[in-house]
């Protein structure tokens, strides 16, 4: 079962930072929290991932709470581009543990 | 460039008739998966195969089995479809060690008459 649990659906302006939170409130100390977005008639592409120490990289950036209880994903300056439904999914990183599991995800719709 | 590919984007096929999905990876990834996704859903894991170890999930039904009779091509069938299995299916890979995280083909629409 997913351990992921995301709001249904976000608006934000286009421009703006886009802020999408995630809570994981069971994951356990080797699980990595990962994110992808889907847009449209397309696969899922992977955003970012980390365990415990923020990250950013060239789309996105990922900041993680202390307890590792929950995270946000935030794209600094949203586009039209960026509508998209948008998945965190946890994932231990233990040899022989292969699978990645979906929540729901967030419908982002960046608005002109 | 390196990818999951997967052919064709849209198949129709009759109910009842038997349909093969196909996906091949450039990444030389151990690990290829199949989701399964509908309309306004998150996809469903349906099996993965770690090199030719192949794990089922518990609630995928019998009617779907894969192949993978190499590390480059993973196929998906469905031996009986019915109209509750249109769909769009997802082939992914991954590299099986750390923390690397899945790549995914852009999916075949699976349409039944």
């Known amino acids: 079962d997913a351990k992921t649990t995301q709001p249904t659906s976000m608006d934000c302006a286009e421009g703006r930072a886009a802020n999408l939170p995630c809570n994981h409130s069971?994951?356990?100390?080797?699980?990595?929290v990962y994110w992808y977005r889907q847009i449209h008639s397309q696969g899922p592409q992977y955003i970012i991932h980390g365990l415990k120490n923020n990250e950013t990289n060239e789309m996105a950036s990922l900041i993680i709470t202390e307890d590792r209880k929950s995270s946000t994903l935030i794209l600094p300056h949203a586009t039209l581009r960026d509508t998209a439904v948008y998945y965190c999914?946890?994932?231990?990183?233990?040899?022989?543990?292969?699978?990645?599991?979906f929540g729901t995800g967030t419908r982002l719709k960046v608005l002109a | 460039d390196a990818m999951v590919i997967q052919n064709p984007r849209y198949q129709v096929t009759q109910f009842g008739k038997p349909v093969t999905l196909s996906c091949s990876q450039t990444l030389n990834h151990n690990v290829m998966y199949w989701y399964q996704q509908k309309s306004s859903q998150a996809p469903k894991l349906l099996f993965h195969y770690y090199d030719k170890d192949f794990n089922n999930e518990a609630d995928t039904p019998d009617n779907f089995q894969s192949r993978r009779p190499n590390t480059s091509f993973c196929f998906l069938d469905i031996r009986s479809p019915g109209l509750g299995d249109a769909a769009m299916y997802l082939c992914?890979?991954?590299?099986?060690?750390?923390?690397?995280?899945?790549?995914f083909g852009d999916g075949t629409r699976l349409s039944i008459l």
């Open positions: 999914i946890v994932r231990p990183y233990t040899s022989g543990t292969y699978k990645y599991i």
């Open positions: 992914a890979t991954s590299r099986g060690t750390g923390d690397q995280p899945q790549h």
């Open positions: 069971t994951i356990s100390g080797n699980e990595y």
